[in-house]
């Protein structure tokens, strides 16, 4: 059953029944696309971020039900036309070999058919979750790859300043750090990449899950990085310790544990500047959520 005050606006069953349909007929059309997203998500831990992305956006959602209301199922016109964007997309990518716009394409495509059932007011008002869905695209290779040796770098760097400031003698080139004769590379893996990628998402979900004004919400998604990459090398410190004076099987042990344990700690972090923020009476918050 549908609510009484979104049947005035003119929603029904079918709406959200249409809605569905269209989105899995799109899914069936791009289906190679979303095979593949799910294949990189399963075998790379760097993109394992992407099945966060359904239970955010479906968050953000939830959050903003009630702008439904303001939501009429019309505009549907526009639904179409970003279909056929995201279909030139898809295709343009497949035949040209160019993945990221094959799976964008993908995405949008899906987007467009919930716009075609639903309306353009859908696309608007739920604007962030929709555009969580971005998340979703692996991250290019040859960008990773520009991204991975900085950070594998400064990651080392800092963790030598780290262990050395403890009395722990360290010797360094590039990324390979030696701690009691053991070299210990500070390999993709430990490079932090996939610790910002984590956290970026978990606050997006929580700037645009609470009534923040807008400049809060920059600055904690432009903060998450650096704290991310922070947070990375107090991980790598005790690594670094494990593979040096403990066994292999440990210190791997040790090494995956953690990397899902800052996570979480890196979170709390960036709350804390939230909370910080509040306490010092600096204006934080907006209107409610189903108004802004």
Aim: aromatic share 10%.
């Amino acid at each position: 059953m549908i609510p009484r005050i979104l049947a005035k606006q003119g929603w029904n069953l079918a709406h959200i029944w249409v809605a569905i349909l269209l989105a899995a007929v799109g899914g069936l059309m791009t289906l190679d696309a979303w095979k593949d997203i799910l294949l990189i998500a399963y075998v790379d831990p760097e993109m394992s971020h992407i099945v966060l992305v359904p239970v955010v956006a479906a968050y953000l959602v939830w959050v903003r039900r009630l702008r439904l209301r303001t939501c009429p199922p019309t505009g549907q016109a526009l639904g179409p036309i970003i279909v056929a964007g995201g279909a030139i997309m898809y295709l343009v990518g497949y035949y040209q070999a160019i993945q990221v716009a094959w799976h964008l394409g993908a995405v949008i495509v899906a987007v467009g058919c919930i716009v075609t059932a639903a309306g353009k007011h859908v696309l608007f008002r739920f604007a962030p979750a929709f555009a969580v869905l971005a998340f979703l695209v692996p991250v290019p290779g040859t960008l990773r790859l520009a991204l991975a040796g900085p950070l594998m770098e400064y990651g080392a760097a800092a963790t030598q300043i780290v262990l050395e400031t403890f009395g722990v003698i360290v010797d360094r080139s590039g990324n390979l750090l030696s701690v009691n004769n053991i070299p210990v590379a500070v390999a993709e893996a430990c490079n932090g990449m996939r610790m910002v990628f984590g956290l970026v998402l978990i606050v997006y979900a929580f700037a645009y899950g609470l009534p923040l004004r807008n400049s809060v919400r920059v600055f904690l998604l432009l903060a998450s990085p650096a704290v991310a990459l922070f947070c990375n090398v107090v991980r790598l410190v005790p690594t670094v310790l494990m593979y040096a004076w403990s066994t292999k099987e440990r210190a791997d042990s040790f090494h995956d544990l953690s990397g899902w344990v800052m996570l979480p700690i890196a979170f709390g972090v960036l709350y804390g500047v939230y909370m910080l923020l509040k306490w010092a009476l600096v204006p934080v918050q907006r209107l409610n959520l189903a108004y802004q």
